[in-house]
């Protein structure tokens, strides 16, 4: 099992940046790669899935979905267990409570999901 910690979060103007880190431990050497996911107020209820956001895998490729993409951009610091998203350029509706989760080599989730950190940004 992984754990993730997730951090960074915070109250932003629209258009400012906010880097979010993603720690994780426990048998994190069975992690193939990082995802962070999302999850809007009006998404936080029982049953409504996460949205993906993006990925990087441990040799570096990076994903990420079109709603982000040109504005985040993940990052990794593999020797720390260390995962970073850096978010430029925010808008109102990036607004979500914003969760990283571990993949193993066959795509399977494999972390316990954290609190997750809150990023609000105001318009």
């Known amino acids: 099992q992984v754990q993730l910690v997730e951090s960074g979060g915070g109250l932003v103007q629209a258009g400012g940046s906010l880097r979010l880190s993603c720690a994780a431990s426990?048998?994190?050497?069975?992690?193939?790669?990082v995802a962070w996911y999302r999850q809007a107020p009006v998404q936080q209820i029982p049953g409504i899935q996460r949205?993906?956001?993006?990925?990087?895998?441990?040799?570096?490729?990076?994903n990420y979905a079109d709603s982000v993409k040109g504005r985040f951009t993940v990052s990794r610091d593999n020797g720390k267990n260390l995962w970073y998203l850096q978010m430029n350029s925010l808008k109102p509706e990036d607004t979500a409570v914003y969760y990283c989760?571990?993949?193993?080599?066959?795509?399977?989730?494999?972390?316990?999901w954290g609190r997750g950190t809150q990023v609000t940004v105001s318009s």
């Open positions: 426990g048998e994190t050497s069975s992690i193939n790669a």
């Open positions: 989760n571990a993949a193993s080599e066959t795509g399977t989730l494999i972390g316990s």
């Open positions: 949205e993906w956001v993006a990925a990087i895998s441990t040799g570096g490729t990076t």
